[in-house]
């Protein structure tokens, strides 16, 4: 068991005549992670409102801000008890056993063109073995096909336009890779947290986006850009690819200001310190 | 009430070594729209399995089919107690008080790029009154703006392309219609059934897509190619966009033949037949 | 006649290990825009080639830029003799009788993908009179249905983008512009020059885009971005679209700073003064 | 040399109130493409036209057609006298010393988004040598991750269309080739001709489209798509992409029956049957 203390701190500077916000902030609660201690502030006093979506756990805070500073702080203490498993060991389910609720993950969404890259994938994937191996083969091999670069994509970059660019960030390579499974027909999702690990010679620690493949019973995590420890990732969001969870949806006029980000290990209830690390198992947080 | 008995014959020719087929076919189950009777008879001797969705009530039948040909057939007979509401009455909701589970339903989709679309929404929808009205005078737009065409359109297609080529069938009307509300925060989905009421000079019965819109506290129906009659609707799947809810997903090699539909109005349990009729009623079977 | 004096400089950080560079920077000679005079300055010792296109009448300067700094003047005085003609006396040309070097310009390109827009163009246009009516309607719409946005579009940003995001910069009015004309068989064309008469409120003087469209026996200016004042337009190159035409092309590494430009109206052989102005005529320097 | 007869029979019902054509049929005259007799046949009596562009030396037919069926019959008899050339002694050309004319060849076209595959092009061609051998070897990669294939592309299929989907026919090899080899700096145009050498069982005769490449200092020919024998290649057409050079460009409402067309190596003036085959050296007939 793993425990992390994560803190966020978001500041807007929101406009006439108010602002409503939806945001994705909230670790979620599944059986494998579980939320110990949280707390939410706000320096405006304002109603919110945390709802869980049944479907996918996301848990949405929603508050309609007033014009002026609007400063939202959120920290969490999160225990993370990983399924584990052996690689080899884990298969593809074909579709015709896929659970109902998660077949919508095979189809193509706004980001994820998979339709388009049906032969383009049977091609560089279809000989591989069916399993988590090759959903670890199509991980690398994004990784070494897309080089990570800061300002090359923005909200409309999408999948395609990843793989003939061969540039993007963190939510570029997860859409590439999800669109190359999803083409094999490997149900695979869009999921977000914190970049726990990230070299800081990259920036301060950030929001990151990685995939979630399902495979054997439940969903695997993989980190496509290779940057930071999916052991330490602590998921908020999940979906069918970053449409479906921004951290902070905004309707009306703000000015954002980088978000100010922490995660860090700390003692268990054992009082035991367990860091996350890199590893060879296939690591699940799902249920 | 009205009471509506419906038929589907799908065939294939399925080729070595068998394929697996994901139907969405059956009656979806709601509080106003009741499946009194139903039947699938197949005539390959292979294992069924009928799962329900939970999110999205759709009803999913799979099988894996031997080589050598392949009938589906489908017939129910289902009751709609329709829910009317005056348009003049219906607001829209704002989005700081959306349920979570119609949240999704803001965000582009695969065939729905609504986030290209946000300052072309506003230039033309932005001025008129946020209700069920707004939702109604995007689907006129679109029925003047696109013109009903066979084979102008194909899996690719998207809202985008509908709008800038003028032209497609049932799908690409749907498509477009989604796109543009959800540019102006209104959640729309994609939903399948049958065009009952259509032109029989436009061919035979056929499957059709059309529009569900959340407004006041539940989904409305609007039919944006215009050829159907909404209150005769009775509907199959819903989603995001046809990336969600195609009638048939197969993996692996077939032909395909023209389906075989059937549509009509019968007499209700109490012995009266009412017949669908086009109103100016806003509808809804969703709750 | 109009006389004008215009100046240019360019900079640039050229790193290791050198660059080539094609410019088109040099005002084109036609019959009726005459260089008088004009000389060009580099800070670097090397060769320098100027070339015209003999289909276009571009002039592009090349060189093979050492590491360090590169500066580049280029100032010019230029005769503009405009044919004006009443804009009401102007037709189409058809088809059929296009010249077979303006052939080109009604198909589509790079950036004016008019074959997309064949439908659209035709119920918004296709009524109109076929003349230079019909193209300065044209040239109406697109100012009136794209607002001029600094830094919402980049390189990759076509004809169809800003018609579905209605924003953009001169460079996207003119490949709208553009894209709407070749749909309905008119050829046109996308031309460089400075922003003569552009309100200093929007920045510096800059490099400008518009619009020449064939029309009874030459090519027409027009300006969809309504920034500046067609009469005190001097051409420096003219192509298909942005593709053809940027004023520096760069194969190598290299900090570009801001260009510094002037333009302005100077006593004429005969020492009078005359001014660029806004005109109703149609105005060509074609030839 | 070489001496072909071809003849090419088109067939159209041209419906009210009559139809403007624009062909290119003619083949183009160079100093190593000498047509030595040919003749052209029209069931109607209406006027024709035959240009010259002097950049591309396409040759457009132009003619308004009257209601009613038109039959349009050319033949001719073209001598090729090939420019033969060793591949390794053949390199790249330096952009700083490409003739003006031949510039806007590395330019992006409507089919040809070179501007988007520069860095998928340097990944996989930027360490070759710098020469035909490069070229070539662009072109056998497209023949390998492409697969020729009828009814999967239209006219809106670009480069980037077939670099994902992998699929296509003649014109889609080219435009890939050709975005690529621009992606890379090299000047590649597309021409039309027909498939000489063609396998029967593919269907008859029909036009073809290839790739020229501008190397040393000429335009060699390349088949990407592997389907015919290019020392059989008489050129009609050149330009950017399938934009610029459609054999028939019509204006107006017909119904087109299928090409006929037929090619054969005849003797020459001294007597001597010389076949076309297929040869390992650079092949160019521009100059």
Not at 126 to 149: A, C, E, K, M, N
Not at 175 to 196: E, K, S, V, W
Request: net charge negative; hydrophobic share 40%.
């Amino acid at each position: 068991m793993i425990r992390l203390r994560l803190s966020l701190e978001l500041d807007y500077e929101v406009f006439d005549p108010g602002c409503d916000f939806i945001f994705n902030i909230h670790a979620a609660h599944t059986n494998r992670q579980r939320v110990i201690e949280e707390s939410l502030t706000l320096n405006q006093n304002v109603a919110t409102q945390v709802e869980t979506d049944p479907a996918t756990l996301n848990r949405y805070l929603r508050l309609s801000a007033r014009p002026g500073p609007l400063h939202v702080a959120y920290q969490a203490t999160v225990d993370l008890s990983h399924y584990m498993a052996l690689a080899e060991q884990i298969p593809e389910v074909p579709v015709a056993r896929l659970p109902a609720q998660v077949l919508s993950y095979i189809y193509p969404s706004r980001y994820c063109q998979s339709d388009r890259l049906l032969k383009f994938a049977m091609r560089e994937f279809g000989q591989q073995w069916h399993g988590y191996g090759r959903v670890q083969g199509i991980r690398d091999w994004v990784l070494q096909h897309t080089r990570f670069t800061q300002n090359t994509s923005d909200s409309n970059t999408s999948a395609i336009d990843t793989l003939l660019e061969t540039v993007g960030v963190c939510r570029d390579f997860a859409h590439l890779m999800i669109a190359l499974c999803r083409a094999m027909n490997i149900p695979a999702r869009f999921t977000t947290g914190i970049d726990y690990g990230a070299n800081p010679a990259l920036g301060p620690t950030d929001f990151h986006a990685y995939v979630e493949a399902y495979l054997g019973d439940r969903w695997y995590m993989f980190d496509p850009s290779g940057t930071a420890i999916p052991m330490g990732f602590v998921r908020f969001g999940t979906g069918r690819d970053a449409a479906d969870v921004a951290f902070a949806t905004i309707f009306g006029s703000v000015i954002s200001s980088a978000p100010r980000i922490s995660i860090e290990a700390v003692p268990g209830a054992d009082g035991q310190l367990i860091m996350p690390r890199h590893c060879i198992e296939a690591l699940s947080t799902d249920n």
